[in-house]
């Protein structure tokens, strides 16, 4: 099994790509909804957020206030690096889970849907291929406003907390435009699939876990 990262920017459409990968039948990780599941109420990643940022970024029934906390983290870099430290691990530690179910189950790749993959690093080393879904700086801004109901200013904050994409683009393997030509990009991703599919990168994972796992035995009869 090897590994595919889909990046890009807040608003680039990295989601719709990811959703296109998923529909062709590719095993899609996504960080964001793991994100969202380890700060459900009671869980480890919940009880800091609420010892280090208060209540106040709380709803009455418990559950996290990410609007709230999302304008108090995107002010401020130091709660912002806060923030990801204590929920990164978590997310990590569920990644590298679901990365172990799939590989049991003999999958030729999957694709880990990670916004910040090179903001943070710590998948890189994993990775074999990754994929940026770029659009024009001005089209993130609209479309984050437009779903958000951002002020202009607070489009650009959150896009400016985020490496930019043009850097984002000349760090990876392949590339989508996404800049509003729909049929583009489902053939884009149809023609990264069929070559993903045809890859024998996972071949390399396969052999080394072969003969590892036929190690015991030739000790076995090497020594008795």
């Known amino acids: ?27 899609i990780i996504d960080a964001d909804i793991i994100a969202r599941e380890v700060v459900e109420p009671g869980k ?17 029934d418990g559950s996290l206030n990410r609007d709230m906390l999302g304008q108090l983290v995107f002010a401020n870099d130091a709660k912002r690096k806060l923030l990801n430290s204590i929920i990164h691990p978590h997310i990590y530690r569920r990644i590298l889970y679901l990365l172990f179910r799939h590989l049991w189950k003999g999958e030729q790749f999957v694709i880990l849907d990670l916004p910040l993959l090179f903001e943070t690093g710590t998948m890189l080393p994993f990775i074999n291929s990754t994929i ?10 609209e479309r984050l406003q437009a779903r958000n109901a951002f002020t202009h200013e607070a489009a650009i904050q959150r896009i400016d907390a985020q490496m930019p994409l043009d850097i984002k683009r000349e760090k990876a393997t392949y590339v989508v435009d996404n800049s509003g030509n729909g049929d583009k990009v489902r053939d884009r991703v149809q023609a990264l699939y069929s070559e993903l599919k045809a890859s024998r990168a996972h071949w390399k994972l396969r052999l080394i876990m072969a003969i590892l796992g036929s190690l015991p035995v030739i000790l076995i009869y090497y020594f008795l």
């Open 1 to 27: 099994m090897f590994l595919v990262a889909v990046t890009g920017g807040i608003a680039s459409g990295k989601s719709t790509v990811s959703k296109l990968f998923q529909e062709l039948g590719c095993q």
């Open 44 to 60: 480890p990643a919940w009880k800091k957020i609420r010892q280090h940022f208060g209540s106040d970024v709380f709803h009455p």
């Open 132 to 141: 940026v879904v770029y659009c024009s700086r001005k089209e993130q801004i």
